[in-house]
């Protein structure tokens, strides 16, 4: 699944690390922008969702939480919309229905994004002598 998941992001063709960043260069290659809103949302069950209008995709996310989670929860909705998600599928039982192999699509989507995301700014963060070492060990920063 992660290789699935690397080579959907290295399709994109998307350069920002920063969440944020991503949304936008992301909306703006499909000429469809990708609005992040955050809330206090109504159920303890929802922490982000994924709303796509005529004019645009929101992500919409928990405000009463970590910065951390939150950055999860961006990384998770943005990867139904890189794998072009239809999302919810249905109710049963008052609960609702996901496709389980989108989510876990989505989730390792997630993954790939923050852990990007991580090594990008860690390697900023080290001297050109670590950094190079990582190199020769093979760790890649900034790429998928």
Partial sequence: MRQRCRRRLAETGL??????????????RRARPVVLSS??????????MLVRASEADYIVYERDTTPLHQQHLIAHELGHLIWDHRGLTGLSGGHADYDPVEELEAETTATLL???????????????????????????????
């Fill in 15 to 28: 350069r920002a690390v920063d969440l944020h960043e991503l949304c936008a260069e992301f909306g703006s």
């Fill in 39 to 48: 809330m206090t949302m109504p159920s303890n069950n929802i922490h982000a």
């Fill in 114 to 144: 923050l852990e990007r995301q991580h090594r990008t700014l860690a390697g900023l963060a080290r001297s050109e002598r670590t950094r190079t070492m990582g190199q020769a060990l093979g760790f890649e920063f900034g790429r998928w």
